[in-house]
């Protein structure tokens, strides 16, 4: 036998009605009101909300949701976020008043503030070159831009190992003399120029392989 409620072919469970309008009974004290939506989750109600506690909204809007929903402009494309701005900003958004606004293009929006923060960064190291050197040397070797000035007029500007001045040259200036460090202990050894750091890098940091390269090179 079906519930008793005009339309429903579902099985009873108490009192000639099925177990949905039985529990709408005894919820609400009516086995025929409808299920309201859940409206927690709606875009709409959500930014409803929004213009209710900012008091931005014209009354009638502010007033009702349904009404607000029913005036509000339908959404135009998928390219409009839910975000609606007033055509007048001098008035409150309201009916005639509002209309959507366009998504942002997070591939070109995202391009546009790296190139942004690029052109900052670059405007930065020329402003300021010995903050970002000294930021540079504390982060890799523990000290600071005035330890490694006491360290390159320790070594008259010279190469610890070559006695020599820096010669390398990238984009147009002389390279500073790197910070030679030994790379397990961390330990800040002295300055030298990048032909030496590379020799060394090349054999490892290994002084028994260095030595037999010394020993090749005068049994030659």
Excluded at 66 to 90: G, K, M, N, T, Y
Excluded at 183 to 209: M, P, Q, W, Y
Aim: with cysteine; glycine share 6%; aromatic share 8%.
């Amino acid at each position: 036998m079906p519930c008793k409620i005009d339309g429903c072919d579902k099985p009873l469970a108490s009192l000639g009605y099925c177990s949905m309008h039985l529990m709408r009974l005894r919820r609400h004290g009516d086995a025929e009101r409808e299920r309201r939506r859940d409206l927690t989750k709606s875009w709409a109600y959500i930014f409803w909300k929004h213009l209710r506690r900012k008091n931005r909204a014209a009354e009638s809007w502010m007033r009702n949701f349904e009404v607000f929903e029913r005036e509000c402009p339908p959404q135009p494309d998928s390219e409009h976020q839910w975000s609606l701005i007033p055509i007048d900003a001098s008035k409150p958004i309201g009916p005639g008043n509002a209309e959507w606004k366009l998504r942002h293009k997070r591939g070109t929006w995202s391009k546009a503030k790296k190139e942004r923060n690029k052109e900052r960064q670059r405007d930065y190291r020329s402003a300021h070159p010995e903050r970002v050197k000294n930021t540079i040397l504390k982060r890799l070797y523990g000290i600071s831009m005035a330890d490694y000035l006491a360290m390159h007029d320790g070594q008259n500007g010279l190469c610890a190992i070559c006695s020599k001045p820096e010669t390398s040259v990238i984009r147009g200036k002389t390279i500073s003399l790197a910070v030679d460090h030994c790379h397990e202990t961390g330990t800040v050894r002295k300055l030298l120029c990048a032909k030496c750091n590379k020799g060394i890098g090349s054999f490892s940091h290994d002084a028994d392989l260095l030595a037999k390269a010394i020993k090749y090179l005068a049994g030659a």
